[in-house]
């Protein structure tokens, strides 16, 4: 079965600081790949996301993820963190159905101003 | 637009008894679907919709039932509520395909005793 494996469950940043954050999926067809994100109190929302083109996406507020096909990773980064960062990022995978999208256990991200 | 909204925010049930959790979006999506967030265990499909009246199981879809008689709305059906079914319950709708952006409700948190 598909399946998506984030490497960590907790980060813990200083402000300032630059994060990554690993995603791996199972699958090794053709892949549509997310980021969701959820601040505390808040929706999820969608960071970025990638389909095809260009292996590395840009998202919003200065987020970037690069997809690499041989690795079957697809990891987040952001070079400079804030203290607004803080929150639950998943990874999330289109299904081979392509009826539903497959999340990771998330990334709680926890940075001190 | 309010997106998708979703009501009751928190609802605590005993074991037997059974709920409703509603789910209503205003951005005219054919794609909606049910996710049950567990922590550390990340978001699992339970139902999904392409359109009015056509809904399929996810990954997760025992002890639930799902109807879909509007495009807006898209409620979840818990018959005889178990507490393994604690959990928080997020509805989510996107436009036309898979692929697209999920938008996401606030939740509904449910414990069951």
């Known amino acids: 079965a598909q399946s998506v494996s984030q490497h960590n469950h907790h980060v813990i940043l200083s402000e300032a600081a630059s994060l990554e954050l690993g995603c791996n999926y199972s699958y090794g067809g053709t892949v549509n790949l997310f980021w969701y994100v959820q601040y505390p109190g808040q929706h999820l929302q969608l960071l970025l996301k990638y389909f095809s083109g260009d292996p590395l996406v840009k998202g919003i507020k200065g987020f970037e993820a690069e997809f690499i096909k041989s690795k079957f990773s697809f990891n987040l980064r952001k070079p400079s963190v804030q203290w607004s960062d803080t929150a639950e990022y998943f990874c999330a995978v289109k299904n081979q159905a392509g009826t539903a999208l497959i999340f990771g256990k998330g990334t709680t991200l926890s940075v001190s101003s | 637009n309010a997106g998708v909204t979703q009501t009751p925010k928190f609802r605590i049930l005993k074991i037997g008894q059974s709920m409703t959790l509603q789910c209503t979006q205003d951005?005219?999506?054919?794609?909606m679907y049910w996710y049950r967030q567990d922590p550390g265990m990340g978001l699992k499909l339970i139902y999904y919709s392409v359109g009015a009246g056509i809904t399929d199981k996810g990954e997760v879809p025992n002890g639930y039932n799902v109807s879909r008689s509007t495009t807006e709305d898209f409620p979840l059906r818990l018959e005889l509520a178990a507490p393994s079914q604690t959990s928080v319950y997020f509805c989510?709708?996107?436009?036309?395909?898979?692929?697209?952006?999920?938008?996401f409700g606030p939740g509904t948190r449910l414990t069951v005793l």
């Open positions: 989510a709708s996107s436009s036309e395909r898979i692929t697209d952006t999920q938008y």
């Open positions: 951005m005219n999506h054919n794609y």
